[in-house]
């Protein structure tokens, strides 16, 4: 008679084989990703009868020689141990632009460029809870990383390089610093870094990356998250510190440095309302310590020379220099306007940022917004009315009116988009099916706001401007963006200029209309 078991068996073991298979190249795959075996399972298909005591030490034996092999393989790219993660991040964006600025007098001024930005930095966790960042980014101007195609071929130099160059594409060191989070509630950082500040492009052009110090705590109460942030930023090296007479060049009186340091502190809350609503705020104040040095050789500097240590006009009226383009004289300037459009005398600015979010026709909304006063912008006028008028300082002098009430700067906007999209417009959140649309007006006075911070976009870096801005951003995919912006804006006060120093339209001030238009392409890694 056939003995019936012996096909349960045949059956038995051909289940044993094929899961020893799987098994096997399970493991195998698992350990080419530097995961061990799972030696539960193995025990598993012996106690269930599949395999042999001896077919499972095998499959044990071949397995830890992959495991041997594979872990060979990985000490050929030798990494720190003090280094726990290394993430590769940045971006590359491709940009149509449209700038057009306006005189008082109906003159104008067109710029249609096509442009690109790099960005890519290493960024990840040290031991004893350090972390760390570096990135580098195209072009040199801190408010602005793009570099416009074409460039190159103007570029001066001998001898003559043709088109396709890649003189205007070099790469600088935007960010690079050190950060330690022993807990939730405290981080602190040092180096040049991302703003660490609650604030809105109104006070800070998004670009920037202070240089210096920050501390941020936080702690939650119930509903409520309160917060403070510490900064104290390095605005120029002022070294030699010291030096005695003579030493710096012929009719050189000594130097005792006054290195500049721009402190902000803050103070906020978050209060989670309801599940879907919060409300967002923070009181912040800014003042300088110290105001720095003109660096502009003595040969060329008159007194009074732009730059950060000499009194803020912000004006464009009077005869340019011999030889000088628009209003600015770049060789007798150190910001390459006539007046100074640089100084930081008389800036103690308080700024109040605010955001409500909530739902709004089953999507994401944010009402959002920036008040801003200079505590001391009144006698941040007087001064530029001193300065502008007064032969000693300026070899043309104008008269300006004194008008000691435009110290103020406040915007107030929506932004609209589906579930986690708020930010992308700023290229903080993307995900495939994203989509944002934001909208904001926005109004600066002349003695408001430090002209060196504010965004070189909108409105062309310039005080004395008011006007409205409005973009929308799709999500492509994962990792590719599209958005398109528009802003306008006008002169505010009249008999005033536009001050500002910035580097896309130097030869207009005032500016009487802005319009600008972008059409952005962004790829996220």
């Given at each position: 008679?056939?003995?019936q078991?012996?096909?349960?068996?045949?059956?038995?073991?051909?289940?044993?084989?094929?899961?020893?298979c799987?098994l096997?190249?399970?493991?195998?795959?698992?350990?080419?990703?530097?995961?061990?075996?799972?030696?539960?399972?193995?025990?598993?298909l012996?106690?269930?009868?599949?395999?042999?005591?001896?077919?499972?030490?095998?499959?044990?034996?071949?397995?830890?020689?992959?495991?041997?092999n594979?872990?060979?393989?990985f000490?050929?790219?030798?990494?720190?141990d003090?280094?726990?993660?290394v993430?590769?991040?940045g971006?590359?964006?491709?940009?149509?632009?449209?700038?057009?600025?306006r005189?008082t007098?109906?003159?104008?001024?067109?710029?249609?460029?096509?442009?690109?930005a790099?960005r890519?930095g290493l960024?990840?966790?040290?031991a004893?809870?350090?972390y760390?960042?570096?990135?580098v980014?195209?072009?040199?101007?801190?408010r602005?990383p793009?570099?416009?195609f074409?460039?190159?071929?103007?570029s001066?130099?001998?001898?003559?390089?043709?088109?396709?160059?890649?003189?205007?594409?070099g790469?600088?060191l935007?960010?690079?610093?050190?950060g330690?989070?022993?807990?939730?509630?405290?981080?602190?950082?040092?180096?040049?870094?991302s703003?660490?500040?609650?604030?809105?492009?109104m006070?800070?052009?998004?670009?920037?990356?202070?240089?210096?110090?920050?501390?941020?705590?936080?702690?939650?109460?119930?509903?409520?998250?309160?917060f403070?942030?510490?900064?104290?930023?390095?605005?120029?090296?002022?070294?030699?510190?010291t030096?005695?007479?003579?030493?710096?060049?012929?009719?050189?009186?000594?130097h005792?440095g006054?290195?500049?340091?721009?402190?902000?502190?803050?103070?906020?809350f978050?209060?989670?309302?309801t599940?879907?609503?919060?409300?967002k705020a923070a009181g912040?104040?800014?003042?300088?310590?110290?105001?720095?040095?003109?660096?502009t050789p003595?040969?060329?500097?008159?007194?009074?020379?732009?730059?950060?240590?000499?009194t803020?006009?912000g004006?464009g009226?009077?005869i340019?220099?011999?030889?000088a383009?628009?209003y600015?004289?770049?060789?007798?300037?150190?910001?390459?306007f006539?007046y100074?459009q640089?100084?930081?005398?008389?800036?103690?600015?308080l700024?109040i940022?605010?955001?409500?979010?909530?739902?709004?026709l089953?999507?994401?909304?944010r009402?959002?917004?920036?008040?801003?006063?200079n505590?001391?912008?009144?006698?941040?006028?007087?001064?530029?009315?001193g300065?502008a008028?007064?032969?000693?300082?300026?070899?043309?002098?104008v008269?300006?009116?004194l008008?000691r009430?435009?110290?103020?700067?406040?915007?107030?906007?929506?932004?609209?988009?589906?579930?986690?999209?708020?930010?992308l417009?700023y290229?903080?959140?993307?995900?495939?099916?994203?989509w944002?649309?934001?909208?904001?007006w926005?109004?600066?006075?002349?003695?408001?706001?430090?002209?060196?911070?504010?965004d070189?976009?909108?409105f062309e870096g310039r005080?004395?401007?008011?006007g409205?801005?409005?973009?929308?951003?799709?999500?492509?995919?994962?990792?590719?963006l599209?958005?398109?912006?528009y802003?306008?804006a006008?002169r505010?006060?009249?008999?005033?200029?536009?001050?500002?120093?910035?580097?896309?339209?130097?030869?207009?001030?005032?500016i009487?209309?802005y319009?600008?238009v972008?059409?952005?392409?962004?790829?996220?890694f």
């Amino acid at each position: 008679m056939l003995n019936q078991t012996r096909p349960l068996q045949l059956l038995r073991r051909a289940i044993g084989v094929f899961a020893l298979c799987c098994l096997a190249a399970t493991i195998h795959a698992q350990t080419n990703n530097a995961v061990q075996h799972d030696d539960p399972l193995v025990d598993l298909l012996v106690k269930k009868g599949f395999v042999t005591l001896d077919e499972a030490q095998q499959l044990r034996s071949e397995s830890d020689s992959l495991k041997t092999n594979s872990s060979a393989s990985f000490t050929k790219w030798k990494i720190s141990d003090g280094i726990k993660s290394v993430e590769l991040f940045g971006d590359v964006r491709m940009r149509y632009e449209s700038r057009e600025v306006r005189t008082t007098i109906g003159g104008r001024i067109d710029l249609d460029r096509y442009r690109y930005a790099v960005r890519a930095g290493l960024r990840g966790d040290l031991a004893s809870d350090f972390y760390y960042g570096l990135r580098v980014e195209t072009a040199a101007n801190p408010r602005s990383p793009w570099v416009t195609f074409g460039t190159s071929s103007s570029s001066t130099g001998v001898p003559y390089q043709g088109p396709f160059g890649k003189g205007s594409a070099g790469l600088g060191l935007g960010q690079v610093y050190i950060g330690w989070q022993p807990s939730s509630n405290l981080d602190l950082i040092v180096g040049k870094f991302s703003n660490p500040l609650f604030t809105t492009p109104m006070v800070w052009d998004s670009d920037i990356n202070p240089e210096g110090a920050a501390e941020h705590f936080k702690y939650d109460i119930g509903q409520a998250q309160f917060f403070a942030n510490f900064g104290q930023f390095i605005y120029q090296d002022d070294n030699p510190s010291t030096s005695t007479a003579g030493l710096l060049g012929p009719g050189d009186t000594g130097h005792n440095g006054n290195t500049p340091f721009m402190m902000a502190w803050q103070g906020g809350f978050k209060y989670q309302i309801t599940k879907d609503i919060s409300f967002k705020a923070a009181g912040t104040l800014y003042n300088y310590l110290g105001h720095g040095t003109n660096n502009t050789p003595s040969s060329l500097a008159a007194p009074g020379t732009p730059g950060f240590s000499d009194t803020y006009v912000g004006e464009g009226y009077g005869i340019p220099v011999t030889g000088a383009s628009g209003y600015g004289n770049s060789a007798s300037s150190s910001d390459g306007f006539y007046y100074n459009q640089t100084g930081v005398n008389n800036l103690l600015v308080l700024e109040i940022p605010f955001q409500v979010d909530f739902r709004l026709l089953k999507h994401r909304a944010r009402i959002f917004g920036d008040f801003a006063e200079n505590l001391d912008g009144a006698q941040r006028a007087q001064a530029a009315v001193g300065a502008a008028s007064n032969p000693n300082i300026y070899f043309n002098t104008v008269k300006l009116p004194l008008q000691r009430n435009q110290y103020k700067a406040y915007q107030f906007g929506l932004a609209l988009g589906n579930d986690d999209a708020l930010g992308l417009v700023y290229g903080t959140t993307l995900k495939k099916g994203d989509w944002e649309a934001r909208f904001y007006w926005q109004h600066v006075e002349q003695y408001a706001l430090d002209p060196n911070l504010l965004d070189s976009d909108f409105f062309e870096g310039r005080g004395n401007m008011q006007g409205f801005y409005a973009a929308f951003s799709y999500g492509f995919t994962g990792s590719l963006l599209g958005t398109v912006r528009y802003g306008y804006a006008s002169r505010i006060d009249r008999e005033l200029g536009t001050g500002g120093s910035n580097q896309d339209v130097p030869q207009v001030n005032p500016i009487d209309q802005y319009n600008l238009v972008q059409l952005d392409l962004t790829l996220k890694f």
